[in-house]
């Protein structure tokens, strides 16, 4: 069935900072910023995160692990779920939309994948405005329409697809390494 994202998951702001991030390397709060992400913008880089004194995010904008963060600002809009495994306190900066799913309607992996298909990655280029910086407005966001199956097929479609990344991943890696060896015999051939 195809529903609004307003009517299957809560939208929200990031933290917008007022001044300088104040870190804290001992606190238990952690703020997600772009710089954070992946080069293919597909995951969080937690080793990464500043940690902030607790003082300087309210409780409010803490994340609880079921989210998905959705790149708001630039042209590369992509969305991943919020990895809750760590003991840290988690917040996200302004730069994204944090998205809680109704968990009745669909799994947080299945929105995230949804979103970033060549199909709304289509339709957030036609919405993004902004000159300098680009940007998506979040009641764009909340009117897109999304094809939601059943919770069992969410489950299988996210399995395959992370199959598929795991494939290209090792494709990539032996990729690499046939490079190498090639180079290897190539260079060791040339010197004889």
């Known amino acids: 069935m195809k529903l609004c994202i307003k009517n299957i998951a809560t939208i929200k702001s990031g933290i917008t900072l007022r001044s300088k991030l104040e870190t804290s390397p001992d606190s238990n709060v952690a703020m997600i910023q772009l710089r954070n992400l ?22 409010k904008y803490y994340l609880n692990g079921n989210e998905i963060l959705f ?7 992509r969305a991943f779920v919020v990895d809750k495994s760590s003991m840290l306190n988690l ?3 302004a730069t994204f939309f944090i998205l809680e799913p109704d968990l009745d309607i669909l799994i947080p992996e299945f929105l995230a994948w949804s979103l970033n298909q060549p199909t709304a990655q289509s339709y ?11 940007n998506i407005n979040k009641k764009a966001l909340a009117d897109m329409e999304l094809d939601i199956p059943a919770i069992e097929k969410q489950k299988h479609i996210v399995h395959v697809a992370q199959l598929f990344r795991n494939e290209l991943r090792l ?21 004889e």
Do not use: C
């Not at 992946?38 to 409780?59: Q, T």
């Not at 957030?124 to 680009?134: H, P, V, Y």
């Not at 990729?175 to 190498?180: D, V």
């Open 38 to 59: 992946s080069s293919d913008y597909e995951s969080i880089n937690y080793d990464a995160l500043d940690r902030v004194k607790p003082s300087f995010v309210p409780e």
């Open 71 to 77: 790149v708001a600002k630039g042209s590369r809009n």
């Open 91 to 93: 917040a996200a900066s």
């Open 124 to 134: 957030f280029d036609s919405i993004r405005t902004g000159t300098s910086t680009q």
């Open 171 to 191: 494709r990539e890696k032996l990729m690499e390494k046939r490079t190498a060896y090639i180079t290897a015999i190539l260079n060791q051939y040339s010197h």
